[in-house]
């Protein structure tokens, strides 16, 4: 069955998964009607996969950045090319469950298309032989997205790119994504809370691979580790402490601040303050946010 949905992959030398990949995507129950590939000038033989699968599937189009621009502007590059009002967006190197695509576009079209929305999903951790860990990405981060409101999102993401499908709307706003800012799923994540929509899917989509240099996430912390970890976050007084987080939140109220309510508008003015503050003033304030 064909529904007009695009996927937006971006590659650069994924040669070594990629097929696997894209093979999840073509035998989808819901096959997309494109595949926006842009290759963010690869020097291994991605391209010429890509090429090969494009002899044989009409639906795959192939784009190289002239230059070396990086994951965030290689995948706005990509969601700007799709034609479709359903865009998923793609990794290079993971499987997706066969119903991913109709999973969230079940879920997505539920949701107000007047809005700029998003569905996100958990995802199933797989290591570099493609073999299951056992292991949920959101239960070893210690994720809990029900529970996550905008002033938790500000602090850190748990929103994770490659399971995203947006709408329309969400393209649109793309087209006002800054380049410097922390990551692009990020900043989509941040407009679906401060001005659109989202729908969470509790359900893992996607064989997520977890490569050898990610070995730390393969298991849950324990409490000793996670002792440990916060001891070490209070105990560092380097001024930069959350200053990524404020100087993107600083960035994205410049663009939406009159579009937001009064509620969440208060809340960005609130954590830029942040900016003037110590390192373990905003320490304490991620406390508060996080666990009181």
């Not at 793609?90 to 066969?98: G, K, N, T, Y």
């Not at 960035?251 to 601040?257: A, D, L, M, P, R």
Request: proline share 2%; aromatic share 12%; with cysteine.
């Amino acid at each position: 069955m064909n529904i007009d949905i695009s996927v937006a992959l971006a590659t650069y030398n994924g040669s070594k998964y990629l097929k696997k990949q894209l093979i999840s995507i073509l035998n989808q129950t819901i096959v997309p009607r494109e595949i926006i590939i842009v290759d963010d000038c690869s020097n291994d033989n991605t391209v010429e996969i890509i090429k090969e699968f494009q002899r044989r599937y009409s639906n795959i189009d192939l784009h190289i950045n002239e230059t070396n621009l990086g994951p965030i502007n290689t995948f706005k590059n990509a969601i700007l090319k799709c034609n479709y009002d359903f865009i998923s967006l793609c990794d290079q190197d993971d499987i997706w469950e066969l119903n991913k695509l109709q999973r969230c576009h079940e879920e997505l079209s539920c949701l107000n298309d007047v809005k700029p929305c998003i569905v996100f999903s958990d995802l199933k951790m797989i290591d570099d032989r493609g073999d299951c860990t056992g292991f949920s990405f959101w239960e070893v981060q210690g994720y809990k997205p029900s529970k996550v409101n905008l002033n938790q999102l500000l602090i850190g993401n748990v929103v994770t790119g490659c399971t995203i499908m947006m709408n329309g709307r969400m393209k649109e706003e793309i087209f006002k994504m800054p380049t410097d800012i922390i990551m692009h799923d990020y900043w989509i994540a941040l407009i679906a809370y401060s001005k659109g929509d989202f729908k969470i899917i509790n359900d893992k989509l996607i064989n997520y691979r977890i490569h050898q240099s990610s070995v730390t996430l393969k298991s849950k912390m324990s409490f000793d580790e996670r002792f440990q970890f916060f001891f070490k976050v209070f105990s560092d007084d380097k001024r930069e402490y959350l200053l990524e987080n404020i100087l993107q939140a600083e960035s994205f109220f410049n663009i939406y601040g009159l579009e937001m309510s009064n509620e969440n508008n208060k809340i960005y003015k609130n954590f830029i303050l942040l900016k003037n503050k110590s390192s373990l003033f905003r320490k304490f304030y991620v406390f508060c946010v996080k666990y009181l």
